[in-house]
C-alpha cells in the first residue's frame, strides 16, 4: 500500500462546477500539506500549503486537512478551462525542507 | 519569485551515452532535489543534496549519481543511460529551517527520451 493515495482520474468536469480533490494516507506524523498544480508538459508549482488540521482558503480554493482520518481534499469553486491540470498532494512530517511525500496525481479536466 | 531552471527541456539519448542533467536555483535554498516523473507511478526521489557537496540517496537511485560542487547548482547524471531511464526528470529546491520552509520549488522539467 502506497504511503500517500490519489485517484488518478481523469476527472471530467463543466465549467462552474464545484471540484473535489482528495488524498488518503497512512502515516499519522504527516502534519503538513500541500497541493501542486502541473500543467502538461511543466513542473508543479505550489498551491496551498497547510499546517495541521482544519481550512485554508486562498480565491476559488480551499484546502481542508482531517487528521483523524487521515484525509485531504481540495475544493475548487466555479472551476474554469485554465483549471485543467494534474493536482499533486503532498505532505511531510516535519519543515527541515528535505523530505516530500507525494500522492500520484489526479488529473482534471474542466469542459467550457 | 523563486526560479528553478534545468538545462534542457527535452533530450534524446543513445544506449549507453552518458547523461548531464543541469540545475540552477537562484533562492540560495539549502537543499535540492531529482526526482523522475513516469505515469501511474508519480514521482520518486533519486536523490537530494543538504548542502554542497553533500548528497543522500532517495528511492530509486540506481543507475544514476548526482554531483552539487556549488550550492546553486545540482547535476543529476546517468553513468550509462538506458531505455528504462526514458522518463521526465524534475529539479525541485527548497529552503532548510522555520515553518513553511520546506516547500518545495520546481523547475519545468527535462523530458529525457533515451533510444
Redo the contacts between chains.
Sequence with gaps: QKEVEQD?GPLSVPEGAIVSLNCTYSNSAFQ?F?W?RQYS??????LM?T?SSGNKEDGRFTAQVDKSSKYISLFIRDSQPSDSATY?C?M?A???????T????TRLMVKP | DVK?TQSSRYLVKRTGEKVFLECVQDMDH??MFWYRQDP????R?IY?S?DVKMKEKGDIPEGYSVSREKKERFSLILESASTNQTSMY?C?S????????????????T?LSVL
Design positions: 488518478p503538513y500541500m501542486y508538459r511543466k513542473g508543479p508549482e505550489l500549503y499546517y499533486l503532498a511531510s516535519n519543515n527541515a525542507g528535505n523530505m516530500l507525494f500522492g500520484g496525481g | 528553478v539549502e537543499n501511474g507511478l508519480g514521482l526521489l537530494f543538504y524534475l525541485a527548497s529552503a532548510s529551517g522555520a515553518l513553511g520552509e520546506n516547500i518545495q520549488y520546481f523547475g519545468a522539467g523530458r
